[in-house]
């Protein structure tokens, strides 16, 4: 079995990072010949733009409340249930870890690190 490349990247205002993304979720992202279809895996939505044009629709009709940040709550708990480390939990979800000396100065995770780790969900 191939397992594709399974990195999309962030653009963030202080610059990009990559990030990785389930396998599962790779035919979203990948032509037929495992390669990314796109050169950066992203959507250029202002938040607005997103919430009134795709969100709230699709919210609607599933007859659902939710906000999209109620996503980053669910992909935690899925992580921390799935016993993913610490460390790759916070580096994937973007957080500081500058209030922990060996963690967030000491410790480093690989790509790969951090994708075994969210194909654990």
């Not at 979720?25 to 950066?40: M, N, P, Q, W």
């Not at 669910?74 to 790759?88: E, P, R």
């Not at 209030?99 to 994708?115: M, Q, R």
């Amino acid at each position: 079995m191939k397992l594709p490349n399974s990195y999309g990247s962030v653009i963030k205002l202080s610059g990009k990072r990559r990030k990785p993304y389930a396998v599962r979720i790779s035919k979203l992202v990948e032509d037929d010949t495992g390669k990314v279809k796109r050169k950066y895996t992203y959507l250029a939505y202002t938040y607005g733009t997103y919430m009134n044009g795709n969100f709230n629709t699709c919210m609607g009709k599933l007859k659902m409340k939710h906000l999209p940040h109620d996503g980053r709550h669910t992909f935690a708990s899925l992580m921390d249930s799935a016993g993913a480390n610490d460390v790759c939990i916070k580096l994937i979800m973007g957080h500081s870890m500058k209030n922990d000396t060996t963690k967030g100065t000491y410790t480093h995770k690989t790509l790969e690190e951090l994708l075994t780790e969210v194909n654990k969900i």
